[in-house]
């Protein structure tokens, strides 16, 4: 049978509609070898964390560039935890600004990718974090 | 426009310098490239000269100024008569707030408003709405009612100001509420002057904040042109913007075929409404994006103006010399700046407003170095206001109309984006106009694309951007970012229960029934959106009933 591959969901939660680095992340992530899935725009927590759990995925990558991260990422970690979905590996994008990534990484968000950073910066990070 | 035999014997000359120095030159210390291109990977020869426009006519192609085609500006005498608006896209927070930042523009010399409003505003939820919580004030201003517009305009009387509004989808609704604020300080309509945004399509494609399916929407789009051109003469009813599918990651080229085609479908579907072409076309208007690739984006900036007149003129028969003119706000590139270094990205505001200027702005936005991380700090964007000041009155290029026509490069690269430009528009033409092209997805995979293309270059250093990919430095996070206040959310859903609770409920249900029963029918809309938002139904309310009426629209995820 055909080796496994890292599965990710690429979700754009909340109200905003910045998508550029979303869909070009996904595509670098696809274009590594990855399985990759994105949600659209206007993603409920809750829908994202369902969608995660009935795809199965390693990884949930979020975007969000207005300013509602600290109210839409942990949400999303803590939906994954009642999901019994907790082994999945969230990541954050956008701009946040630095003191907001400590918070969010004591919640739950493993890492943080802000604007300037590359999207093979990414792939590396979830091909060391994701052990299949 | 040259002597045929100066052509062919400068034909000759510059056969026998390739030949003779250039290749000399080359042979010693090569070029840094194999090939130059512009940002829009437009080829970029060595020398440009008269046999570049060798075909060129100067008065089809360039004209004079305030003339057919329009090429060298809208005016006849550009700058010279008035410098361009210098507007400052602002608001965040509540009403309150932000009306403390645009008093605080206007002292600072700026000549015109522009409200950013929150995402809940632009996608008609009010701020008490599930779907509100966390985005409530965050990228621009929150406003749920009247009552929130007349806190925004406080102390603002609105026959001294113009005001550009960024709002789409809901863009009749917040046109209403403007309106209605006239009526109370006492200002007769026909004095407001201003821009909504109004461009659903783009919405669709680039920026997000659609909520009605496509064929509602253009008919609310259709129903404000009738509205303005009855009742706000002055007022531009849409801004037909490149802008977001630029930042979304497009080229110049794309920018400018992509808002043109958009552009042509708003007038067929206010053709198709009944109304005559020469009596909204005057107000309709256009919104570009200024990236760091000067002479390119001045070039863009003609080339849009030409085809622009060329299109209404030919395409749709308008006679008027103001429908035939493209007029636009231009702000600078987002997407240009970088987090790294945010000092340089002053520079870079500055190469950008200067290709405005010299492509023929009518208003500005210039962004503040620390966009790429958060909204800017009162300091920053007083920069970003005097880098404009200093261009308008220390550098000197306004002093004359459209000071770099006759540049070969710049008129041989004007041509190039024109004829590229014409093929994108024949392409859309083909699918069936830009509405089907988006239901394809063509324009959506063309924007996506190119954002891949330039990302993949940008990583591997084919493309410098200073500070990022080169000259390189350890930094430590910036501080003294702008911090907003965590308690705006609630406070604004407090508001919102007073309100509630102190207008004429059963008078908000009697109007909200009208904008139901107009939905439902053919009359224009704005109207009675006007009488629901007069008797302070919230925005979330006009919205939902109109929800109910047209349903949502269901994007299809392409990438």
Redesign the interface.
């Known amino acids: 049978m055909g080796e496994q591959r890292i599965r990710v969901l690429i979700a754009k939660p909340?109200?905003?509609?910045?998508?550029?680095g979303a869909?070009?992340l996904?595509?670098?992530l696809r274009d590594a070898g990855m399985e990759v899935i994105?949600?659209?725009?206007?993603q409920?927590p809750e829908q994202i964390a369902a969608t995660a759990t009935q795809e199965d995925v390693h990884v949930v990558g979020l975007s969000c560039l207005?300013?509602?991260h600290?109210?839409?990422f942990p949400r999303v970690v803590e939906l994954l935890k009642e999901h019994g979905a907790d082994d999945i590996l969230v990541l954050g994008g956008g701009?946040i600004?630095?003191e907001d990534i400590s918070v969010l990484k004591e919640r739950g968000v493993a890492e943080v990718f802000?604007?300037?950073a590359?999207?093979?910066e990414v792939v590396e990070f979830v091909k060391r974090s994701v052990n299949l | 426009m040259f002597d045929r035999d100066a052509l062919l014997s400068l034909e000759q000359q510059k056969d026998a310098w390739e030949r003779g120095p250039v290749a000399k030159t080359l042979e010693q210390f090569g070029e840094r490239s194999e090939q130059f291109r512009t940002t829009s990977e437009l080829p970029v020869e060595r020398l440009y000269t008269p046999l570049e426009l060798a075909e060129a006519d100067y008065q089809r192609d360039q004209g004079l100024p305030g003339e057919y085609p329009f090429t060298r500006g809208i005016q006849p005498t550009m700058y010279r008569g008035r410098l361009w608006t210098m507007r400052q896209y602002a608001g965040f927070g509540n009403a309150e707030e932000s009306n403390r930042r645009y008093k605080y523009l206007l002292e600072q010399g700026q000549t015109g408003l522009s409200v950013a409003f929150d995402l809940p505003t632009q996608i008609g939820y009010d701020s008490d709405h599930s779907l509100s919580r966390g985005e409530v004030g965050k990228v621009g201003v929150a406003i749920d009612s009247l009552a929130d517009m007349e806190l925004l305009f406080d102390g603002i009387p609105l026959d001294q100001v113009s005001t550009s509004m960024t709002i789409n989808a809901p863009a009749a609704i917040l046109l209403a509420m403007y309106a209605a604020l006239a009526r109370k300080q006492g200002v007769a309509l026909d004095k407001l002057r201003g821009t909504i945004q109004n461009d659903i399509l783009k919405e669709y494609v680039a920026r997000g904040t659609y909520i009605f399916p496509p064929q509602p929407s253009m008919r609310l789009v259709s129903d404000t042109f009738a509205f303005c051109a009855e009742q706000l003469p002055n007022w531009n009813s849409i801004s037909i913007s490149g802008y977001h599918m630029r930042e979304a990651g497009c080229n110049a080229v794309q920018e400018v075929a992509f808002t043109l085609a958009n552009a042509i479908a708003y007038v067929q579907a206010a053709l198709e409404a009944g109304l005559d072409v020469d009596t909204f076309a005057p107000r309709l208007s256009f919104f570009f994006d200024a990236h760091n690739d000067l002479l390119e984006e001045v070039s863009k900036f003609r080339a849009a103006r030409k085809l622009w007149a060329r299109i209404m003129k030919e395409r749709f028969g308008a006679v008027k010399a103001r429908s035939q003119m493209l007029r636009f706000h231009t702000q600078t590139a987002g997407s240009a700046l970088t987090a790294q270094q945010p000092d340089n990205n002053v520079v870079r505001v500055t190469l950008q407003a200067l290709a405005a200027v010299l492509g023929g702005t009518q208003s500005l936005h210039t962004n503040s170095r620390e966009e790429a991380l958060a909204l800017p700090t009162e300091d920053s964007v007083r920069l970003a206001l005097r880098t404009q000041q200093v261009i308008a009155h220390e550098s000197g290029v306004g002093n004359t109309v459209d000071p770099l026509a006759g540049s070969y490069y710049v008129e041989a690269l004007t041509r190039e984006i024109e004829d590229r430009v014409t093929a994108y528009i024949e392409k859309i033409d083909e699918l069936g106009g830009t509405a089907r092209a988006i239901e394809q997805g063509y324009i959506q995979r063309e924007i996506q694309e190119s954002a891949y293309t330039h990302q993949k270059e940008v990583e591997s250093c084919e493309r410098v951007v200073v500070g990022l990919n080169k000259y390189r430095i350890a930094e430590e996070p910036p501080t003294n970012l702008l911090r907003l206040d965590p308690e705006v959310e609630r406070r604004e859903r407090e508001k919102l229960e007073q309100l509630r609770g102190r207008r004429d409920n059963a008078h908000v249900t009697t109007t909200l029934e009208g904008v139901r029963k107009a939905a439902a029918g053919r009359e224009n809309l704005v109207p009675r959106i006007q009488e629901a938002v007069e008797a302070y139904a919230t925005l979330g309310e006009i919205c939902d009933v109109l929800r109910g009426e047209f349903g949502v629209h269901q994007a299809s995820v392409v990438f």
């Open positions: 909340g109200l905003d509609g910045h998508d550029r869909k070009v996904a595509r670098a994105y949600t659209g725009l206007r409920t207005s300013g509602a600290l109210e839409l701009t600004p630095a802000t604007p300037g590359s999207t093979q």
